[in-house]
């Protein structure tokens, strides 16, 4: 279990830390004090892991008291079937782990487990919360200590309030989005690949999947809309909360439960989408957040294009009107967005590996990649 999940995350381009403990002597300091300098802990609550985390001499359970201890964002990963854990019963030092983020690891649904703990790390707001907290404290405390030493009533105001002033961010690239698209179908028995494009010919039966990979931190949808105009959101997985955030440079999969969409003979293809922004997307965040009701077809699918309306892609753009993103910095059109992968790839059901150059869509908040296709029935 641990190797699958390492293996998996290393080639989604995290760095991965682990360590057969049966193997490990010496000091724990170093271990300690590699968990202060990353971001994200998992602990993988198996019958061992919790026998080992409930001995106050094992390193385990220094390491996950410590990493508690230090508000990494630890992230509980149970085998399916059980039993949740209670607080009560837990060891001193441990009994918040009872209080984390739990996820559940099942091997007859690997890649949806594998997902799900993939965009758990590093998506939970708190430790920067407690950063801005800490900040605002530091900052009282300078204004208390003003006060105390004799500034008068009229001084002290306006020194907090340039005491307080934050420093302006620097801006940011324009937001661009390297993304692939990947077709197979059925031919004598098997798989062989055709090329997704605009107008590309598309069947019953045909197997698509969309590869990509943002320029910036920020949030990324990927949404299909069928010859009826019914939409799905292919990425991110519905069940996910706050799943739509993506890394720069990290390479994204579409759909996400599955390595492929079969496209249905009935309700046929029209369009695949794929969005990605500074900021948040409202309107496909609510296509997450809102299972799909037979009242709600056309209202989806409205959200959908009054979202392609209102981009701040290059295609909208009033002229000389400068762009905030919600982080109050600009996007700066003269700054050289990051570099994209040279290629991304797709393993057939044949079993060969296909591989395209990216397609580059440029944009400014966001971007907007668009493959319409020909459906035939």
């Not at 300098?37 to 919790?50: C, Q, V």
């Not at 981009?311 to 762009?323: A, I």
């Not at 996007?331 to 991304?344: H, I, K, N, T």
């Not at 395209?356 to 668009?370: C, D, F, I, K, Y």
Request: aromatic letters at 8%; glycine letters at 8%; one cysteine or more.
């Amino acid at each position: 279990m641990a190797s699958i999940i390492s293996s998996y995350l290393t080639r989604r381009g995290f760095r991965v830390f682990l360590e057969d403990r049966t193997r490990v002597t010496g000091s724990p300091d170093r271990r300690l004090t590699l968990i202060d300098e990353i971001p994200d802990f998992l602990f993988l609550a198996t019958s061992s892991g919790l026998e080992a985390a409930a001995d106050p001499s094992s390193p385990v359970h220094l390491e996950v008291a410590h990493a508690l201890g230090a508000a990494r964002n630890v992230v509980r990963v149970s085998v399916v079937g059980a039993p949740p854990l209670v607080a009560a019963t837990l060891p001193d030092g441990l009994s918040a782990l009872a209080e984390q983020q739990a996820l559940i690891y099942d091997p007859d649904r690997l890649a949806e487990s594998l997902s799900l703990i993939q965009h758990s790390l590093s998506s939970d707001t708190t430790v920067d919360d407690r950063h801005l907290m800490r900040r605002t404290k530091r900052w009282f405390l300078f204004a208390a200590i003003f006060v105390f030493v004799g500034f008068s009533l009229q001084t002290v105001p306006p020194l907090i309030k340039a005491w307080m002033r934050p420093k302006p961010l620097p801006p940011v690239a324009p937001f661009t989005l390297y993304w692939s698209g990947f077709g197979q179908r059925a031919d004598n028995g098997a798989w062989v690949e055709f090329p997704l494009a605009p107008g590309s010919p598309v069947s019953g039966g045909d197997q698509i999947c969309v590869v990509f990979s943002p320029s910036a931190d920020g949030f990324a949808y990927v949404i299909a809309k069928d010859a009826r105009g019914r939409v799905t959101v292919l990425f991110p997985a519905e069940t996910v909360k706050g799943g739509s955030r993506v890394r720069a440079g990290h390479t994204y999969s579409a759909p996400i439960e599955s390595a492929w969409l079969t496209i249905d003979p009935q309700a046929g293809l029209d369009t695949i989408y794929a969005f990605g922004s500074h900021d948040p997307l409202q309107n496909l965040e609510e296509l997450i957040e809102e299972p799909e009701t037979p009242a709600s077809i056309s209202a989806r699918r409205d959200l959908v294009d009054q979202t392609i309306a209102g981009l701040l892609d290059g295609r909208h753009y009033q002229l000389g009107r400068r762009l905030w993103i919600r982080t109050t910095q600009f996007v700066d059109q003269g700054l050289e967005p990051a570099r994209g992968p040279a290629s991304f790839s797709a393993a057939l059901g044949s079993g060969t590996v296909a591989t395209h150059p990216p397609t580059v869509q440029a944009g400014l908040v966001s971007a907007l990649g668009e493959i319409k296709v020909a459906f035939r029935r």
